[in-house]
């Protein structure tokens, strides 16, 4: 089976550009293709591992990926998929960012002795001579057709800026920067990225001569209709400084019924036969598939160590025993704590509620439980004596904990 049949198979695939030839394209040559990334966060996020699992699958299939960071356009902000311009960042932020990526990607990719690489546009767009630019690359757009572009067209009612507009220009510029200094085909990206995509294909065609490629994967929401990325309250990052592997894993656990089988397609390597075995299974019996996504996905996050403690800390509490060594605690100032630190300001800060009504209505319910002991005195003061060699477990119902540990 070629990789495009894989893709295809396990749900990556939303659009394509020439299906056909790309097929043949795949299957015949060994092909560098790109994907780009957005540094605006120091961290990737639930919302970023589709494409990274579609890198991983085209690597695993002999083909070369390029994961290029928008050090340049993060300058400026992609309107795709937005309704309002986003703020700009400095480059110290951007540079930051970016080198908070490899070592995430390191986990599905392998960079050694250039299997991969990781580039950033900055390096070309921030040396660009504008005059050069439009005569080159500007000549060849035209402004009616981009208007009529999907994701111009959302922002049209609210007011488009020029900064913006230039977006798609510099997007199919990097297409053929790396068309031209390393031979990459293939493009891929989110759905909302189609038009770009189209116009970078188009550039190279009109510029060089050249076929170039395009493949668009589906904008994922769960069952409930929540989008799976970081603009969402309570994101879920592939750091594990902002999401302990045990939330991770937890997330994954509580997968919709409806989601599993796709989710096991597109965020782990099991075979689709049993992908399809696990995904059939009904009631009670659903769980153990549940617990498999979780257990696979935290591992290739995380390794498999954080991903079989994740899962023990699991077990524990839902047999009622809570085990604070398997879960990383979050750290709290003794300094914070010795300014007055109520109960109601340890579960928004624990991130069991998303704010203090929703803490109090937790506590007068009876929802919350500290070292074991159920508490109800919304005026109760954290103390230093609650903390058993510098710890303490927070709980929330029966399978919801943090354990908060004092520096």
């Not at 950033?120 to 040396?127: V, Y």
């Not at 297409?175 to 390393?182: A, G, H, I, M």
């Amino acid at each position: 089976m070629s990789v495009f049949e894989v893709l295809q198979e396990r749900g990556f695939v939303k659009q394509t550009t020439h299906q056909e030839p790309l097929f043949e394209l795949l299957t015949k040559e060994k092909v560098t293709f790109y994907i780009g990334f957005d540094p605006t966060a120091d961290s990737l996020h639930v919302g970023s591992m589709l494409p990274i699992m579609a890198m991983a699958h085209m690597q695993r299939a002999g083909h070369r990926p390029i994961a290029i960071l928008g050090g340049g356009t993060a300058m400026i902000g992609d309107p795709s998929g937005k309704s309002e311009m986003r703020k700009m960042m400095t480059q110290e932020t951007i540079a930051h960012n970016a080198a908070c990526f490899k070592k995430q990607l390191s986990r599905y990719i392998n960079f050694e002795n250039d299997q991969a690489l990781m580039v950033n546009n900055a390096d070309w767009l921030l040396e660009l001579n504008y005059i050069e630019f439009l005569r080159d690359i500007g000549s060849q757009f035209s402004v009616n057709r981009m208007l009529t572009a999907e994701c111009f067209k959302t922002r049209m009612e609210k007011g488009l800026s020029f900064i913006e507009f230039n977006y798609m220009l510099l997007q199919s510029y990097d297409f053929l920067v790396l068309s031209r200094k390393y031979g990459c085909k293939l493009q891929m990206g989110g759905d909302d990225q189609w038009s770009n995509i189209l116009y970078g294909a188009d550039l190279i065609r009109r510029l060089d001569g050249k076929e170039a490629y395009g493949i668009t994967f589906p904008l994922l929401t769960t069952s409930s209709g929540r989008k799976m990325g970081k603009t969402e309250a309570g994101a879920v990052w592939l750091d594990s400084t902002k999401t302990s592997p045990y939330d991770f894993y937890q997330y994954w656990r509580n997968t919709d019924d409806r989601d599993v089988e796709r989710f096991l397609a597109l965020y782990t390597f099991l075979p689709m036969d049993e992908v399809r075995r696990l995904g059939a299974l009904k009631d009670q019996q659903i769980n153990e598939a549940k617990k498999i996504l979780a257990y696979e996905v935290t591992k290739l996050t995380h390794g498999e160590e954080e991903a079989k403690k994740a899962e023990q800390a699991a077990h524990a509490l839902f047999s009622g025993v809570v085990n604070e060594q398997m879960v990383t605690a979050i750290e709290l100032p003794q300094a914070e704590l010795e300014k007055g630190f109520k109960i109601i300001d340890l579960v928004v800060f624990a991130t069991l509620a998303a704010t203090r009504s929703e803490a109090k209505r937790l506590l007068e319910q009876g929802g919350i439980a500290l070292n074991d002991q159920k508490i109800s005195d919304l005026n109760r003061t954290i103390e230093i004596n609650d903390f058993n060699d510098g710890k303490l477990t927070l709980k929330k119902g029966k399978k919801d904990f943090q354990v908060i540990k004092l520096v």
